[in-house]
């Protein structure tokens, strides 16, 4: 009787450490794209104050403008909202056609298979930040570049500092 009731101790405990239960985990990877502008440089000033200006353009510099999360190959795409730069506290009709303004994005780091293109700004989506790959935190700096020579020069007006505005709007789209 003690054997039986030792064999059974034994049997009941090893059944207890012998015994297992199968958990499945499943990982769901979903899309994601994400394109930010950095909070701090929302606005952009392109301000022409010498003869020098005119003449060649003045050029602003925004580091680590955009980022970039994409979990596929990836487009960014750049266009002004408005036909015209809109005069602030301009009559209607006293806006800026569409001057030459170019913006050109450069990676802050250099990830493999990015290219950029300079674009002047337009009413049409055009893109200038191609990525190959899936891209994690990855930062670009812009350049944007108002014309030089006499372009604006015919929007300035005596005694007066004349601000003209748009919005510029970047897009992402999967490659």
Known sequence: MKNCLLTFAFFICFQMLSAQNAVRLNIVLN???NLTVNASQETTTLTYNTVEDYANGVA????EHLNVFSTSPYVVKVRVV???FIKNGGEPGTGML???VSVLAAPAAQPDGVVTEGRILSLEERAIITGDNPAFDNKFDVTYKGPGGNELIKYSEFGK?????????YSIEAK
């Open 82 to 84: 408005n036909e015209e």
């Open 161 to 169: 500092v004349n601000t003209f505005t748009n919005v510029v709007l």
């Open 98 to 100: 569409q001057p030459n």
């Open 60 to 63: 602003v510099v925004q580091k």
């Open 31 to 33: 899309h994601v794209q």
